[in-house]
């Protein structure tokens, strides 16, 4: 499964979405894509939606998935997304027993968390 998050100010701005919606209709099984528009949508609280408040609505998917060693997640963005998946899975990974920030720290250790932050 690939499952793809993508973050815009405007839908405008979403790069290959004709393409990422035509493989989501032919591979339902195998990919996923989901987005959020900042200055658009607006999350349950009426805030701007971001990556991390997309993510939290399918966290509890989401953190199933990457209890899977053959799960990868990868980052690119802004630096601020760091801190946004710490409040997006840091309550499921305590509910769990874990720490998010050591959970992290294994997957990179494992090669399957990779951040491109700037």
Same mark, same amino acid.
């Given at each position: 499964?690939?499952?793809?998050?993508?973050?815009?100010?405007?839908? +405008?701005?979403?790069?290959?979405?004709?393409?990422?919606?035509?493989?989501?209709?032919?591979?339902?099984?195998?990919?996923?894509?989901?987005?959020?528009?900042?200055?658009?949508?607006?999350?349950?609280?009426?805030?701007?939606?971001?990556?991390?408040?997309?993510?939290?609505?399918?966290?509890?998917?989401?953190?199933?998935?990457?209890?899977?060693? +053959?799960?990868?997640?990868?980052?690119?963005?802004?630096?601020?997304?760091?801190?946004?998946?710490?409040?997006?899975?840091?309550?499921?990974?305590?509910?769990?027993?874990?720490?998010?920030?050591?959970?992290?720290?294994?997957?990179?250790?494992?090669?399957?968390?990779?951040?491109?932050?700037?």
């Amino acid at each position: 499964l690939a499952w793809l998050f993508m973050g815009v100010p405007y839908s +405008k701005s979403l790069l290959y979405d004709d393409e990422h919606q035509t493989y989501k209709k032919e591979f339902p099984d195998q990919f996923k894509y989901d987005y959020a528009v900042s200055r658009e949508d607006k999350n349950a609280a009426g805030q701007k939606m971001y990556i991390q408040t997309k993510m939290a609505e399918y966290a509890e998917e989401l953190w199933e998935l990457m209890q899977d060693e +053959k799960t990868h997640v990868y980052m690119c963005g802004l630096k601020g997304m760091e801190s946004g998946m710490a409040e997006c899975f840091g309550p499921i990974a305590e509910k769990n027993g874990l720490v998010w920030t050591e959970f992290a720290k294994a997957m990179k250790k494992a090669d399957r968390y990779h951040v491109e932050v700037y």
